[in-house]
């Protein structure tokens, strides 16, 4: 089934960014004794803590005694809404401009434990339609409004509650900024956007698909970058940005997630974990539905590890000086994805 | 001393990778509650160690009994010689290329407990001498010829005796490549090279430099993303590559790594760790000595290390999804690091 190119070391390219990836799948065979990691499990529930209802935070902000999900201030933010603007650059290699913004944080339920894969349908459905009403109500103002989720100590993820960020900016981040040249340049090119023909073309190769329900496909990039990473993409229509889905697009969108996080954690026996989240149209006061037919809206999962709980994928070296390496083959990561349990390991016992 | 800029959030651009960065100042009151590493201190000595002269490695090949460098190939390559290509690609969407190419590991010392910071400068010098040899010889046969060091646990270096890697592929890759781009961009509309420009800017502003020697300068960009990020750039003449460098910038070279990674272990008191490497002009058969005028050689130092020994910066959601951001600023990191002592805190004992 696999193609002669997934065997041996060759690159591929990533049209949606414009970078290529060195694939080495020979590579798998390389022992490890560098470092490992804690396994990502069962931290014990710690009574103090600052995200749980009803509990009072850094700031000496108090929770409501919320029952799904809850969405306040970043009491941190990396962005301010109200800073002065920088002086004038006066040079055309010293340049920096104007940043404003808004950083919140999302509890997607009260209890701790609670994970994307162990928590019900109807409450994924709550988070997706709260990630909704957040990109409606920042992106009228804001050019950008990005949804992420950062899961697991290794992910720099200070608490375990299950929880996202959102970061809303008035200017349009380096990774949407390069994929909305790419999809564009494709757009006029073709006429048609690239995504979809992407999601066409995946649908008939299937090699790469891990999970296919109503409305979504979960899949491995032809392109992938991290051992495990995947795409999920619409099947159905065009929504360009999180507000254009319809409502069964949302349920499903609910399932696939705890489908494919089911998976994940299975894969390792272990709370797996990425950072997460979505890429759409930009928004801001100038945009208005339908007005970038060059777009998908898609979710991207970036999972950083390789071989089990406790060994990643080291990005270093090589990868940050000159490009990403890969071992085992993207069709090879959605294999093993595709055989992997749909029963949650930890509801087996 | 600091400009407004420096004070509050804005964001700076990156003329080299054509790409922004947040910096967002007020943020370095955050507390961290999140991961913590081991500190990167003194494993014992491994007997067992691979790297040491007289040593079996895992591939059965015995090293000399070497006293300065050793260069020998990767046991476990990600680039290989010799491939059969990829067939060509049926869709602008599933691209994939050929790729060749060759990895070598290189010791910097014999004795395994020897840092840059602790090497004289004769046994640095060695190793310039050595990565000098590296590059005329596989330069001849690759387009790019990556030197690269990743140093300490954190950054995936599973082994603690120093060495770097020299990965020579017949590609060039995307970091290389965008920086190719841009500075032909800027030479083409200045006339200069645009490192130079950026130089000259440098000398005169000297809030982000760390170190100056007679043929060097060490400074914190100005679009650095890590916390600690420095570049190395010679002050005398337009080196295009690391084959272009006179006898003095070598020496010269040694003496500033060496001032540079004493701040940097003094920093935190901790042998530094980080990945580093060189950006020089591209190689390959039809290279020639002079022939990339908008070249200018330079080394990149991308420390991890956020406020100690143990707490690291994470680039993660935000950074993987949007955009690289940053908590002090490049001003207040070069100021950091020009305070630290020039003596190695382990010399004082
Ligand atoms: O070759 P090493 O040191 O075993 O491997 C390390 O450096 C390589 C090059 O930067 C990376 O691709 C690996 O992820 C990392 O673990
Ligand atoms: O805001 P947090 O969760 O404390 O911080 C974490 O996520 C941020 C956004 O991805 C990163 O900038 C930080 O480096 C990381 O530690």
Redesign the interface.
Same mark, same amino acid.
């Given at each position: 089934m696999f193609?002669? /190119?997934s065997e041996?070391? =060759? #690159? !591929? *390219?990533n049209?949606l960014k414009d970078?290529?990836v060195? #694939?080495?799948p =020979?590579?798998c &065979? !390389?022992?490890?004794?560098?470092?490992t990691e804690t396994a990502p499990d069962d931290q014990p529930p710690d009574p103090l803590n600052p995200l749980l209802p009803g509990a009072t935070r850094?700031s000496g902000q108090r929770n409501p005694v919320y029952t799904s999900t809850y969405v306040f201030p970043n009491d941190?933010?990396?962005? &301010?809404e109200r800073?002065?603007?920088?002086?004038p650059s006066d =040079?055309? $290699?010293? !340049?920096? /401009?104007?940043?404003?913004g808004t950083c919140r944080v999302m509890c997607f339920h009260p209890d701790s434990t609670m994970t994307i894969p162990l928590m019900t349908v109807d409450e994924i459905l709550a988070v997706v339609n709260e990630w909704v009403n957040q990109l409606k109500e920042l992106g009228r103002k804001y050019t950008?409004v990005?949804i %992420?989720?950062?899961k697991g100590?290794?992910?720099?993820?200070?608490?375990p509650h299950p929880h996202c960020?959102i970061?809303a900016?008035s *200017?349009l981040?380096?990774?949407?900024r390069v994929k909305e040249r790419c999809q564009k340049e *494709?757009f006029i090119k073709?006429k048609r956007p690239?995504l979809l023909? *992407?999601l066409k073309?995946e649908m008939i190769k299937k090699e790469r698909i891990v999970i296919l329900n109503a409305e979504w496909v979960a899949l491995v990039p032809?392109w992938a970058v991290w051992p495990y990473e995947t795409m999920l993409l619409p099947i159905n229509g065009k929504p360009q940005r999180m507000t254009d889905l319809t409502d069964e697009q949302k349920r499903s969108l609910a399932e696939i997630m705890k489908q494919l996080n089911i998976k994940y954690d299975n894969l390792f026996k272990c709370s797996f974990p990425y950072?997460m989240?979505f =890429?759409g149209a930009p928004t801001g006061p100038s945009a208005a539905p339908g007005d970038s037919p060059h777009w998908l809206l898609h979710a991207?999962y $970036?999972p950083p590890l390789l071989r089990s709980a406790t060994v990643k994928k %080291?990005m270093?070296?090589?990868e940050? $000086?000159?490009?990403?390496?890969r071992d085992l083959t993207p069709e090879q990561a959605a294999q093993k994805l595709r055989e992997c349990d749909d029963v949650h390991y930890k509801a087996k016992k």
């Open positions: 193609s002669a /190119s041996h070391q =060759h #690159v !591929r *390219y049209p970078e290529w060195l #694939v080495s =020979h590579r &065979l !390389r022992p490890w004794s560098g470092q850094s941190f933010p990396a962005l &301010l800073v002065p603007d920088p002086p =040079h055309p $290699l010293f !340049r920096s /401009s104007a940043a404003k950008w990005q %992420f989720e950062n100590a290794i992910m720099g993820c200070s608490n960020q970061w900016s *200017y981040p380096n990774e949407p *494709y073709f690239m023909d *992407y073309e032809y950072s989240g =890429h991207i $970036l %080291f270093v070296g090589y940050m $000086l000159a490009q990403s390496q």
